[in-house]
């Protein structure tokens, strides 16, 4: 605690309450968050930089591609508190939070020396943090992707993604990732998760033949929401068979031809995403009750 400075902005705190949960839905654990009131920060005096390097969805594909081609299995974990372990550069002040007030100096502020939830520079001051310390650990940090770090043993490597609070690991030597786990429980307050088995709504089952993602409970969830999971599913436009050899009139069908067509149409995408959109509502309630009719493709 100490006396409010003159000419500085004094950000007010609330309580937040959470649940987190598993692939299940099944609540694993109860958080209270103190959050800071951000919009009361005013840039260049409360704080500079705010953006932080967040893995994109693809970067996470390509991990998880790299893992399956490698045989190794993807272990995943959270910090508990990541946004309490960056250090702040600037100067920044709270309010006493609600529950916490002390009667005797009712007119103090609390001078924050670590980032707080809800502050816009705390997730640049959380990933500043945690990249300073697996490189200084000998992880070296991707060119392309500033969210993957890997490291090299002989013939080996570990390669780490972060999003945010949620890291997930693996190497193709089961001792590396151990040592890895050991290594970020000594320093930050983790949640050890086991194997990697749902992650930024993708879930995830890993098998000797492999590793393999659905949507199941994502898709349900967008049914439910617009009201369509009441009604009756369809079958996919094409049928779903390990070889595409004929269409469903008998014709056969040239495979070469029907992957290069498709590629064309996904670049094509780029800049006609119109060609990407249900044209109307009916072929948009046909779609959804396609994707009811194959959840855990």
Known sequence: LVDKPFG????????LWKNKKDEDQNVIRNKARLVAKWYAQEEGIDFEESSAPVARLEAVWIFIAYAAHESFPIYQMDVKTEFLNGPLKEEVYVAQPNGFVD?????KVYYLRKALYGLKQAPMAWYDQLSKFLT?????????????????YKEDILLVQIYVDDIIFGSTNP?????????MHNRFEMSLMGEMKFFLGLQIHQ??????????????????KHGMDKGQSIGTPMA??????????????????????IVSLMYLT?????????INHDRLKNTSKRLKGSLDT
């Open 8 to 15: 500085k902005s004094i950000i007010k705190l609330k309580w």
């Open 103 to 107: 009667p005797d100096h009712l007119e």
């Open 240 to 261: 779903m068979k390990p070889k595409l050899d004929a269409d469903l009139s008998g014709n056969p069908v040239d495979q070469t031809d029907y992957h290069s067509k």
């Open 270 to 278: 780029s800049s006609r995403p119109d060609i990407v959109q249900d």
């Open 207 to 224: 098998s000797p033949s492999g590793i393999f993602i659905n949507q199941a409970k994502y898709t349900l969830e967008i049914l439910h």
């Open 175 to 183: 001792k590396y990732s151990k040592r890895f786990e050991k290594l």
């Open 136 to 152: 200084s650990k000998g992880f070296t940090k991707g060119i392309i992707d500033p969210t993957l770090f890997t490291i090299r």
